[in-house]
């Protein structure tokens, strides 16, 4: 008996012991790797990198859109040129948007709060627009008003694309108000992007807000023009870029891990080179930034691009124009998100369009934009008075708007998500389908990209009335501001 | 009353003898000898003599455990010898169960099977895990490949968990020690192994596996997925005092089962005769104005600097022209003259095949294995001591491992009640270059096994690859993808070399004689140094090479304290049982540092780093306590009623669940005892039953949000929201099993059958669900999700022949089926993630199917199953989603084993396999779209170009899609082309054919089933009187001994030909998926074994 409760208290004592053991287990399972916040400075910088490392490098940029819009080709392996495309790559992106928007929703919330820096509320509201305005360009209908919100929505529903343009405005014009010059919300060399120059990224926001109304205007010329004539009606208030030293380039560190994708890309492959259809163009017009945007070809020093979605095999590499050194064979390159030459074509158009650009004409804003383009590489102005002297260059601002949208084309190279939404927006230049595409019976490039995988198989019912009437993964379905007709 | 009683004893006569054992001819002491229909019996002493009175016409019989029992009729003899033959049926009459304590294996509720030591060690694989293929019933394993030093990996009943591995927990000796492991992945990396595999199994004693949740409660936590036990060897049961033992082994590796290749065209676009004939046709000429020779040079192969400088010899792929048939053209390999301007012209060469270049790449791999035991014992001490190495040269070239370990036992015991054991084992497992895997260009498979020119002359590669080409780039058959497969195992090398110390102390005391309590102290500790080279000029290296090293250390600590009872009531009942408690701390350190490019060339040192180097560390920490206890009731030796309770406490949940118990309950009836149903034919009979509850808890700091954060951007640390959203109100995992089985023996135990229902169902899994990434995150961590593992083991043992001093011959079939069904997931979730591949291929759970569905795009067929074709193109029409193309989950997995013996002689073979389990390979989806795999080449198919449904698919046929008047494909409303009525007459050329294939996954579907002979034995025992002239020895035997000897059959969806055991690592995130997997070995050497 004695012995047993001897026994028994052992056992107790030893359950006790155990028990009393579990004290420390709070500090145990505390991640010693990793933070519970972090410093929304440097969130936003992940996503500016982020999202700029995922929509430019060649899987986001050169093999799809800058291939959609004849910039550029792929030379071997020609799969996703002619929309053999594969299923991770939109998955890869489709999370790079939404991911990384989720990050800026969180800066957002917590900068907004007492305490917190409007700058950094105002950076992330102006970087979640452009990446929502990237990712509806691709997909069109997206999830907008009920994305971004877990654990409350698990299965976020699908907005209009019109309605997302429509918010992506008015976000633009409240974000506008966050800016502050006061030196205690200075971000410093932790952004990125501008290296806390605020100013810049208030002009980014305004004519981030241009390129939106512009794209907007054939589907709904009201909404374009409120927005356009508000922010040139007052410079001061809406201040947008207004020299090529204010483009919105993401400058690489050209160190590893951090190289300029393209550049990256060609350290260990040759699949891309320059597409025949803006080569062809750049010929006719005797270009002064040819040689800038292409190298000549290996076998003969001609330049030559390569037909879009070529044929495997059908051609000799030797013979196809590589793409030019400022693009592809700089480490510490750029990746171009806006360009001051973009704002002046807009402004352009808008003339023409007949809203109130401040006094501005078509003709004088589309010379500007030719010249803002020339200089950005350095062409002389002997060279582009000249190049714009040529009666296929030379504009009066109005008529037919096809010298400005080839202008404007020419202009974007290497920034494929606007040069392909050009495309479609204004048919030029007017593009048949790949020459070896898998699918057959279209008149168009794509007009849409595919809906990732992962969005059908686990939120199928939202996605599902989005889907209606999509043909071939990448057509069916137009933009909402692609109001092209009789394309397919 | 003497006489009277010398005439009643005087009818008996003194019997005495020896009894041995009949394989190694030692004596048995305690060996039982009754008089058969009497009380009356004695039994063998320390030298295995008796002596035993007994009536001249009577019979004795001699029992032993392991041993079969011998009736021999005494006849009037008065000296009788006799040798007792291992009884296979009951030589597992013990067994190890939790915590070391041996049980007889009747009083069990639960099914646990035994591995004897000498069926691991006679062929010993390089991986301990490899070695239990085909042995135990309900176990899956899969190598991960043939390289030196790769996982296997280990599933008991089942897969029954979404996101853990599945594996079981390892103890040995007592003490649970890591199977850490870091296989390679599908897109790269090094296999650096499983850490089980640094036990050697020349220490092994026995290993037990613990099969159900019965069987493995009292483990806790980690033994959910069931539990490996491994005893080693403790020479205390032997009565020598003392021994030494030496076994050597040589065993030659050379590759087998390599993927099925086309011998008929070379590297290159366009070169078929098909195309060549379209372009005469196409440009207006005949073949006398435009030869298939100048075809052949213009568009089809042509050498100049393998990067598109040439014709087409930038590409990695075999569409170019005809091999063999007297063409000459321009090849890497081809004497070349200057230029003017320094640069080379190549001379045409014959075209020809090469058609065993990708098996000329690997060499004769050999390991030499050596192991020296002493042992010796006193009366109060045992002691053990053993040391072995082993080496082993990789069939890739340049490729190493050597395992050198030192296991240590000894135990003392002072006094009766105080016994002491300490085990010891130290490790050192290196490896100065380990092969790379998964899709990457260290993979040498990627080229020389998918992407290549079937032409090439590996020779060539070999005599020159530390050689430069006229360009002054190393020498290579293509200069746009791939590095020289030399170069790669020569310069781009990966290392690693792990120390490992572990063991035990364990001190038990008598506190009465039905009380001990026992007190364990137990680590492994190891700590792991890897480091990855690129070469400087390799394909992918920037400047100067890359490089990249790791330092991992890991340590778990356990200690127990458990009281053991064991008390007789009446003769009836006994029970006994334990109660105790454990302690668990696990830590582990990691840290990393990376060099993408380098300042001086091939200097791989972190301060000579270009731009920034990339660092990395990773340490976690995590705790348990528990406390247990176990309960057997045995009522007659024949009803027993076993229980068992455990709670955890486990750091890694929140406060409100850190605390879970679970149980289990199990009962066995051996009814041949309780009804006397013994006679000769029926010798045993059993029934058995058992139900437990196990839990599982989760790894550490998955319950709070956190940040992530990448290596800084200029200076600037990036940081994003971690991508899984947790959850606060995690619980643990529970695991429900139901088990039964019985167990019957005949004819004096020469035929055993046991059998086994399992039924396992595993609930509240941790899982991190994919949830759409619209909601910003793109998994969610819940509890959630059923899996239900069901199934059947069989286990059948026969002596065949049974004939003391003739011929022996045994048999042990194991089989087993398991069905993994997924009943539920979360909410209205409709499928989980478990891996995936290439394009849409997914390997998913799907509720109300078995585990592992793959899915892909499809083809799309009409109500006969015909292929519906595209008349614009002559191509497949594709699904437009990703539909069930396979599922992972085999059949079944069985193996057989036969024993045969003669006299000195013994041989043995087991051949194992599976049957279903498919497989997405990516060997066989890109060897189409790069036109080096066989079935690209079949018939005529490159000279005539194809007909879908006629040349290739003809099994199915071919219809075309439905078209409206104008031409234009109907879909139906879900976007499925509609099947038309006219067959497909549409023809295109293969390589158009071919390149198509990548994109309907289903193509690339393998049926995984094979039979493979897995292991023959051939022992030769020498003949005491030869040892005894040799002096020295006590005995010497020597064996020829072979492992995966013959792939005996795949089924015919595997036409690639690739061996479908495939995996990566030990992880989940391969399952069903191969992707240039390293090619396995067959094994054929020599061991010898000497015992002084």
């Not at chain 1, 069109?140 to 919100?149: G, N, T």
């Given at each position: 008996m004695k012995k047993k409760i001897i026994i028994l208290s052992i056992i107790a004592g030893f359950a006790l012991v155990f028990y009393s053991c579990t004290k420390n287990f709070e500090e145990i399972n505390t991640?010693?790797?990793?933070?519970?916040d972090a410093p929304s400075a440097n969130v936003m910088a992940h996503a500016i990198f982020n999202f700029t490392w995922n929509y430019f490098d060649p899987w986001g940029d050169m093999n799809e859109p800058s291939s959609y819009s004849g910039q550029i080709t792929k030379?071997?392996?020609?799969d996703e040129a002619r929309y053999q495309y594969r299923e991770s790559v939109v998955n890869m992106l489709w999370r790079a948007s939404y991911n990384n928007i989720n990050d800026m929703e969180k800066v957002i919330v917590k900068e907004s709060?007492?305490?917190?820096n409007p700058n950094l509320v105002g950076m992330a509201m102006v970087w979640r627009a452009y990446m929502y305005l990237v990712t509806t360009d691709r997909w069109?209908?997206?999830?907008?008003?009920?994305?971004?919100?877990l654990p409350e929505i698990t299965l976020p529903k699908y907005d209009s694309q019109e309605s997302i343009y429509n918010d992506l405005l008015l976000q633009l014009k409240d974000a506008?108000?966050?800016?502050?010059?006061?030196a205690a919300y200075n971000v410093g060399s932790?952004?990125?992007?501008?290296?806390?120059?605020v100013t810049k990224w208030k002009k980014f926001c305004n004519s981030l807000r241009l390129r939106i109304a512009i794209r907007a205007s054939s589907a709904d010329s009201n909404l374009a023009k409120q927005h356009i004539e508000e922010i040139l009606g007052d410079s001061s208030k809406y201040p947008i870029l207004?020299?090529?030293?204010?483009?919105?380039f993401l400058w690489w560190p050209g160190t590893q891990p951090y190289v300029e994708p393209w550049q990256q890309d060609r350290n260990t492959r040759d699949d891309h080179a320059m597409c025949e259809t803006l080569i062809d163009m750049l010929l006719d017009l005797n270009d002064p930034r040819l040689p800038i945007y292409a190298k000549p070809a290996?076998?003969?020093?001609q330049y030559r691009g390569l037909v879009?979605?070529?044929?495997?095999?059908?051609?000799?590499?030797?013979?196809i124009s590589r793409i030019g050194s400022i693009f592809?064979?700089?480490?510490?390159g750029f990746s171009p998100i806006m360009r001051y030459s973009e704002v002046l074509f807009i402004i352009a158009e808008a003339a023409h369009k007949?809203?109130?650009?401040?006094?501005?004409?078509a003709a004088q804003a589309y010379e500007a934009g030719v010249i803002a383009s020339m200089t950005e590489y350095a062409v002389v102005a002997a060279d582009y008075d000249a190049y714009l002297a040529q009666a296929d260059v030379?504009?009066?601002?109005?008529?037919?708007?096809v010298k400005l949208y080839q202008q404007k084309y020419i202009s974007l190279v290497k920034n494929g998500q606007e040069a392909w939404a050009e495309t479609r927006r204004t048919?030029?230049?007017?593009m048949g389908p790949a020459?070896?595409?898998?699918?057959?019976?279209?008149?168009?490039?794509?007009f849409r990209y595919p809906y990732p995988t992962d969005e059908i198989n686990l939120n199928f019912d939202n996605i599902e009335p989005a889907m209606?009437?999509?043909?071939?993964?990448?057509?069916g379905q137009q933009m909402w501001w692609d109001k092209r007709t009789g394309v397919n | 009353m003497l006489l009277i009683g010398s005439t009643l004893w005087g009818q008996e006569i003194r019997v005495t003898g020896k009894v041995t054992d009949f394989n190694d001819g030692s004596t048995l002491p305690g060996v039982t000898i009754l008089v058969k229909g009497t009380t009356q019996g004695t039994i063998t002493d320390a030298n295995g003599n008796y002596s035993i009175s007994v009536n001249p016409n009577g019979t004795l019989v001699y029992s032993f455990l392991g041993m079969t029992t011998e009736e021999v009729p005494?006849?009037?003899?008065t000296t009788i010898n006799i040798e007792l033959m291992p009884d296979i049926a009951t030589l597992q009459e013990l067994v190890v169960t939790a915590y070391g304590i041996s049980r007889?294996?009747?009083?069990?509720g639960y099914s646990a099977q035994d591995v004897l030591g000498e069926s691991i060690s006679?062929?010993?694989?390089?991986?301990?895990?490899?070695?239990l293929s085909g042995k135990v019933a309900g176990v899956q394993i899969t190598t991960?490949?043939?390289?030196?030093g790769s996982s296997a990996r280990i599933t008991i009943r089942g897969n029954?968990?979404?996101?853990?591995?599945?594996q079981p927990l390892f103890v040995v000796d007592g003490t649970p020690i890591s199977n850490f492991s870091t296989g390679a992945s599908q897109w790269g990396?090094?296999?650096?192994?499983?850490?089980?595999?640094?036990?050697?199994?020349?220490?092994?004693e026995s290993i037990t596996v613990l099969k159900g949740g019965a069987a493995s409660?009292?483990?806790?936590?980690?033994?959910a997925n069931g539990v490996i036990l491994i005893t080693t060897k403790d020479r205390?049961?032997?009565?020598?005092p003392m021994g030494v033992n030496i076994s050597s082994s040589v065993t030659f590796d050379e590759v087998y089962i390599l993927a099925n290749m086309q011998n008929k065209y070379g590297q290159g676009?366009?070169?078929?005769e098909y195309e060549y004939r379209l372009y005469l046709q196409n440009n207006g000429l005949t073949e006398a104005e435009y030869s298939y020779q100048q075809y052949a040079l213009d568009r089809g192969f042509r050498y100049y600097n393998?990067?598109?400088?040439?014709?087409?010899?930038?590409?990695?792929?075999?569409?170019g022209p005809r091999l063999d048939i007297g063409l000459n053209l321009p090849q890497f390999n081809s004497p070349y003259t200057l230029d003017a301007s320094g640069l080379p012209i190549y001379e045409a060469t014959p075209w020809v095949s090469n058609p065993s270049n990708t098996k000329d790449f690997f060499q004769t791999g050999i390991t030499y294995d050596n192991t020296i035991e002493i042992y010796g014992s006193t009366d109060i001490s045992t002691t053990r001591l053993s040391v072995s190495n082993m080496n082993v040269k990789g069939t890739i070239p340049n490729t190493d491992l050597t395992r050198n370990s030192v296991n240590f036992s000894g135990s003392i015991s002072?006094?009766?009640k105080f016994n002491t054991r300490v085990v010891m084992n130290y490790v050192n497992n290196n490896s100065d270059n380990l092969p790379g895997g998964g899709?990457?260009?260290?993979?040498?498979m990627q080229s020389i096994?998918?992407?290549?020119?079937?032409?090439?002359?590996?020779n060539a590669l070999k005599e020159n690859w530390d050689k430069d080409d006229p360009f002054g780039r190393?020498?290579?058959?293509?200069?746009?993808?791939?590095?020289n497969p030399y170069w790669v195992v020569n310069k781009n090398t990966i290392s690693r070399n792990r120390d490992r110390v572990f063991g035990n102390i364990t001190m038990t005391y008598n506190l009465t004689k039905w009380l001990s309590v026992m007190g364990r102290v137990g680590n492994d500790y190891f700590t792991e140094f890897r480091k990855g080279v690129i070469a400087n000029r390799?394909?992918?290296?920037?400047?100067g090479g890359s490089f990249w090293q790791s330092n991992r250390e890991m340590n778990e600590f356990n200690a127990d304290l458990i009281f053991n009872f064991d008390y007789k009531f009446t003769d009836d009942i006994r029970v006994d049982g334990l109660v105790g408690g454990n302690y668990m701390d696990r830590s582990f350190k990691s840290s990393s540092l990376e060099a993408?490019?380098?300042?001086?060339?091939?200097?791989?040192?972190?301060?000579?780093?270009?731009g920034n180097p990339l660092t990395g560390m990773y340490n976690y920490n995590m705790v348990s306590n528990s406390v247990f206890g176990a309960i057997n009731t045995s009522f007659r030796n024949y009803v027993f009623l076993n229980g068992t309770y455990r709670v955890d406490w486990s750091s890694t949940l929140p406060q409100e669940s850190w605390a879970y118990p679970y149980y289990s309950i199990g009962a066995s009836f051996v009814f041949s005892e309780a009804f006397k149903l013994e006679s000769n034919s029926f010798s045993f009979g059993r029934i058995r039953a058992s139900y437990a509850k196990t839990g599982m808890a989760t790894s550490p700091y998955r319950i709070h949000p956190t940040y992530r954060n990448r290596d800084p951007y200029a200076g600037n640390t990036l940081f994003f929201i971690s991508r899984e959203y947790p959850v606060s109100n995690l619980v643990n995992e529970d695991m429900y099993t139901y088990e039964g089985g019985f167990e019957l023996s005949f004819f004096n135990n020469r035929l055993g059958i046991d059998a086994t229902y399992f039924d396992n169902t595993t609930v509240n899994q941790l899982i991190g669900v994919n949830v759409p990434?619209?909601?910003?995150?793109n998994s969610m961590l819940i509890n959630a999700g059923e899996i239900q593992n069901t199934g059947y083991e069989l286990l059948l043992r026969l002596g065949i022949l049974r004939k003391s001093g003739g011929l022996n011959w045994d048999m042990v079939v194991n089989w087993s089926k398991s069905k993994d069904m997924v009943n539920e997931l979360y909410g209205d979730l409709e499928r989980y993630q478990i891996s995936r591949s290439w394009g849409a291929v997914t390997i998913d759970a799907i509720p109300?199917?078995?585990?592992g569905v793959i899915r892909g795009i499809g083809y799309i067929r009409d109500d006969q199953g015909r292929v519906v074709i595209?008349?614009?193109?002559?191509l497949p029409m594709r699904t437009p989603i990703p539909v069930e193309i396979g599922?992972?989950?085999?059949d079944w997995v069985g193996g057989v084993t036969n024993t045969f013996s003669y006299k000195n002689v013994n041989f043995s073979f087991l051949i194992d396999g599976r049957k279903g389990g498919d497989i997405f390979s990516v060997t066989k989806m890109f060897g189409a779209y790069a036109g080096v795999s066989a079935e690209t080449a079949e018939g005529d198919i490159r000279e005539n170009g194809l007909i879908i449904g006629q040349d290739v698919l003809s099994e199915w046929g071919a219809v075309f899609a439905a078209t409206n008047e104008s031409g234009v494909i109907l879909y139906d409303e879900d976007g499925f082309a509609i099947a038309g009525t006219e067959e497909n007459d549409y023809r295109i050329s293969a390589q158009k054919y071919f390149a198509d294939y990548?994109?309907?996954?289903?193509?690339?579907?393998?049926?995984?089933s094979f039979i493979k002979l897995r292991e023959v034995a051939l022992g030769y025992t020498l003949p005491k009187s030869l040892v005894n002239r040799v002096g020295f020895a006590k005995s010497i035997s020597i064996s020829l001994i072979g492992r995966n000897?013959?792939?005996l059959y795949t089924d015919k969806s595997n036409n690639i030909g690739?061996?479908?055991?495939?995996?990566?690592?030990?992880?989940?995130?391969?399952?069903?998926l191969e992707q240039y997997q390293l090619p396995p070995a067959r094994s054929i050497g020599f061991r010898i074994n000497i015992s002084l």
């Open positions: 991640d010693p790797n990793n933070p519970l030379i071997q392996y020609i709060l007492e305490g917190g069109k209908d997206i999830p907008y008003s009920e994305a971004c919100r506008n108000e966050f800016f502050t010059t006061a932790t952004d990125i992007l501008f290296a806390g120059n207004s020299s090529n030293a204010e483009n919105v290996q076998s003969d020093g879009h979605g070529a044929t495997p095999g059908s051609f000799d590499r030797k013979d592809r064979d700089n480490p510490a007949g809203y109130n650009t401040g006094g501005v004409t030379n504009w009066d601002g109005t008529g037919s708007l048919d030029f230049p007017l020459q070896a595409s898998v699918y057959q019976g279209h008149n168009r490039q794509p209606s009437g999509i043909v071939d993964q990448f057509w | 005494v006849q009037g003899r007889e294996k009747k009083s069990l006679e062929i010993k694989s390089q991986n301990l895990i490899s070695s991960a490949s043939g390289a030196v029954s968990s979404f996101t853990n591995n599945n990396g090094a296999d650096f192994g499983n850490a089980a595999m640094d036990i050697d199994p020349a220490n092994i409660a009292l483990y806790g936590q980690y033994a205390s049961k032997k009565s020598e676009y366009n070169g078929g393998g990067l598109g400088g040439g014709k087409n010899d930038g590409t990695d792929e075999s569409w002072p006094s009766k899709y990457d260009e260290n993979n040498v096994g998918g992407w290549f020119g079937r032409q090439v002359d590996m190393p020498y290579n058959w293509n200069q746009s993808y791939f590095n390799s394909i992918a290296s920037t400047y993408q490019e380098l300042t001086v060339p091939d200097l791989y040192t972190i301060g000579n780093v270009r990434s619209s909601t910003g995150f109300g199917e078995a585990y595209n008349p614009n193109t002559g599922n992972i989950t085999p990548y994109g309907i996954h289903e193509a690339s579907i393998i049926d995984g000897l013959a792939l690739i061996d479908t055991e495939t995996a990566f690592g030990i992880g989940n995130d391969g399952l069903g």
